[in-house]
């Protein structure tokens, strides 16, 4: 990690990175809902509730032992996540192998489908005011290498000058050394970016460590009691603009 300059005098803001999933879109239905309707389409009848405990169960042990998509172990994203859901299934008592790669590769590829992701209503807005007030805007992402896509089909893509995810930069946050990458495509100090982000300690505090101008998305003020002050939350993206305006003056 590159050592930061003290002492610097704090230029004007100029990039803003974006965390993606829970701050500018969501999934539009839970995973049991979405795992099960594939299931139907290959005959199966399963509860929601059942394959919500079972993902939960296959993605903690996924996660656990193949961090960040088991990029270090030699994996990528898609044989981590295919690997999730043939698990996912497992516990559901579905046992044919075939049966378990195609709902797989069914299901990973879905999830690249705009139906299934919801953009919130305050995030296209919101994109475009950072741009009419001439910042620059990057996206920062615990994510895999679909994220250009969905964030294309999504109508988002082309907001951004650069995407890093997880996958690609080869560590997650709270790493800092996936913001350290963002700084190297922004070319400028800590100083002069801001970042937006739903996770306390993913976006928020990982930012805020760095010099970089953390605020945290809190749209169901879950994080009321955390150790944020009031001018770093939101409640809304619709806030944004003019507190980054205040780091322009």
Not at 24 to 49: I, N
Not at 137 to 142: A, Y
Request: with cysteine; charged share 20%; glycine share 6%.
């Amino acid at each position: 990690m590159c050592k930061r300059l003290t002492g610097v005098m704090r230029g004007p803001l100029q990039w803003v990175l974006w965390d993606v999933k829970d701050t500018l879109l969501k999934v539009r239905a839970s995973v049991g809902e979405q795992y099960c309707t594939e299931a139907e389409r290959m005959g199966l009848s399963l509860s929601p509730a059942e394959v919500d405990a079972a993902f939960r169960q296959a993605y903690r042990h996924y996660s656990s032992r193949y961090p960040n998509y088991g990029v270090a172990q030699g994996l990528d994203g898609r044989a981590w996540w295919m690997g999730v859901v043939r698990d996912t299934f497992s516990h559901c008592r579905v046992q044919e192998p075939a049966l378990l790669n195609t709902l797989a590769h069914n299901l990973y590829h879905n999830f690249c489908n705009p139906e299934n992701w919801e953009v919130y209503p305050d995030s296209q807005k919101a994109l475009e005011s950072c741009s009419s007030l001439g910042l620059k805007l990057g996206v920062v992402s615990n994510f895999d290498s679909r994220l250009e896509g969905i964030l294309r089909v999504c109508g988002l893509l082309s907001h951004f000058s650069f995407l890093i995810t997880s996958e690609e930069a080869g560590v997650a946050k709270p790493n800092p050394d996936i913001f350290e990458q963002a700084l190297q495509k922004c070319g400028i100090p800590a100083t002069n970016v801001a970042h937006v982000g739903d996770h306390y300690v993913n976006d928020y505090l990982t930012s805020r460590s760095m010099g970089i101008h953390g605020y945290l998305l809190d749209r169901r003020d879950k994080y009321h009691q955390a150790d944020v002050p009031r001018e770093h939350r939101l409640r809304s993206l619709d806030e944004l603009p003019s507190r980054l305006q205040q780091l322009m003056d």
